[in-house]
């Protein structure tokens, strides 16, 4: 998107990295959110279906899905809209100058979930105007003459009603699939070049992830519909037992069903994630989301065989960890194989900030070669060689031994190579040439012999 690319701004490997837990924040919130409001409408446009008349037990749970989390407009805007533009413009900084379509991607999925939560909003307000118009037309009466008119604006409402419930669903499911398909299409810069809008919907990376936020949104919409209106509000709701009854226990064995499948998605999600991106934070994040995944499910089943509705809230917080744990897995994953582009981005930072100081009539600060080498090497490579790196002092002097040791040891400091498998691969450390010169003389001053 050419003018979301306009807005961006260089910045160094420091700030990008930092942009990467501000989308782990982001992608916790956004998923959460639209998980709820996923679940809670698919499940409302179901029950209304499902009722008889606008009194019955299913009509009521079908008013309290839609009146989950759509009290005010302002949680669809703090919850939904803020976090979703926060991560576009989070992946626009990230992948600047990259040969992919994800901003655009998400950006299409950000205007049908706008359109969605238009949609959502009229359907909630229907839904109370057709119970509302039900109980005038009982109260006025068949006789009476405005009896018509009251009919004429409750078919209408009923229309408007199943029109925006079934829309709302629909253009959600689109968003969402389209966001999931984004996000996990990022994390795999090898499907980049030939990758096209069938492998961000249609891959089977894409299919799994938005499978599993399928079954994560239901599961934490049915325990966050008991833990709002059968625990947080259940003194001002004046419920009846009989609805109590049927709402809490379809809610807990919704939950217990998706919190069982749940797992299976999230272990799989392993195997989509290149070779190259796995690391043990990875590893520990899933094993770590397992762990509480049967936390929840213990809870849960406390709630429906022990009726301790007390216990629904640390279902409902450590759900949303696994929210947290499921965005840094993807945040993890897309860090790794976009690392280098980072490096790149750090270096045109660099020459953007001479050239600006340039134009002040300022000059850059001077080098200092033995600084960054401090920062940058002497982490891994110490005086001794060590299960990290080797020690500079054993491979120096294959550098002094060729014709022009300094252009040779710059060229490996600004593009390293596998030399020696005892070790891994050195990371580009993104430095300008300058700043590989630097380090390359105050090496070579250093460890050459005498």
Wanted: charged residues 15%.
């Amino acid at each position: 998107m050419e003018f979301l690319d306009k807005l961006v701004i260089p910045q160094p490997d420091y700030n990008l990295n930092l942009l990467n837990y501000f989308l782990i924040l982001g992608l916790t919130i956004f998923l959460a959110y639209s998980g709820v409001l996923f679940g809670s409408m698919t499940l409302s446009v179901y029950f209304r279906n499902k009722s008889k008349k606008a009194t019955d037990n299913n009509a009521k749970l079908s008013r309290d899905y839609a009146d989950l989390i759509t009290d005010n407009w302002i949680y669809s805007f703090g919850l939904g809209i803020v976090p979703l533009l926060s991560i576009i413009f989070i992946y626009t900084q990230l992948l600047h100058k990259q040969p992919v379509a994800i901003v655009t991607y998400l950006t299409i999925a950000f205007l049908f979930y706008l359109i969605s939560l238009l949609l959502v909003h009229k359907y909630k307000k229907s839904l109370h105007l057709s119970l509302l118009f039900s109980a005038l037309k009982n109260k006025v009466g068949e006789s009476d003459e405005v009896s018509a008119e009251i009919e004429s604006l409750n078919n209408s409402t009923n229309t408007t009603k199943g029109m925006t419930g079934t829309w709302s669903v629909v253009l959600l499911f689109i968003s969402m699939w389209i966001f999931v398909g984004a996000v996990t299409f990022a994390m795999n810069p090898d499907s980049w070049v030939f990758g096209n809008s069938l492998t961000v919907l249609f891959s089977g990376a894409s299919i799994l992830k938005f499978l599993q936020f399928i079954t994560a949104a239901l599961a934490f919409t049915a325990i966050s519909f008991v833990f709002r209106n059968l625990y947080w509000d259940a003194e001002r709701k004046h419920y009846t037992e009989e609805y109590v009854e049927y709402a809490k226990n379809f809610n807990l064995w919704l939950a217990l069903v998706t919190g069982l499948i749940l797992p299976i998605f999230i272990v799989a999600s392993l195997f989509i994630i290149p070779k190259t991106s796995l690391n043990p934070q990875i590893f520990a994040a899933v094993l770590l989301s397992l762990l509480l995944l049967l936390v929840i499910l213990q809870q849960i089943y406390l709630v429906l065989k022990g009726n301790k509705n007390s216990f629904i809230r640390y279902a409902f917080y450590s759900f949303i960890v696994v929210f947290f744990l499921m965005a840094f897995i993807d945040k993890a994953a897309f860090s790794v194989g976009n690392r280098a582009h980072v490096l790149v981005l750090d270096q045109e930072y660099k020459v953007h900030k001479e050239e600006f100081l340039a134009s002040l009539g300022i000059e850059a600060a001077p080098i200092d070669g033995a600084e960054i080498y401090t920062g940058r090497c002497a982490a891994c490579h110490r005086d001794e060689d060590s299960p990290l790196a080797p020690a500079h002092k054993n491979i120096m002097q294959k550098y002094l031994d060729q014709a022009d040791p300094l252009t040779a040891l710059v060229q490996f400091i600004q593009n390293p190579t596998p030399v020696n498998p005892q070790w891994s691969p050195m990371p580009n450390q993104g430095l300008t040439p300058q700043e590989a010169q630097a380090v390359a003389e105050y090496m070579l001053e250093k460890y050459s012999t005498k």
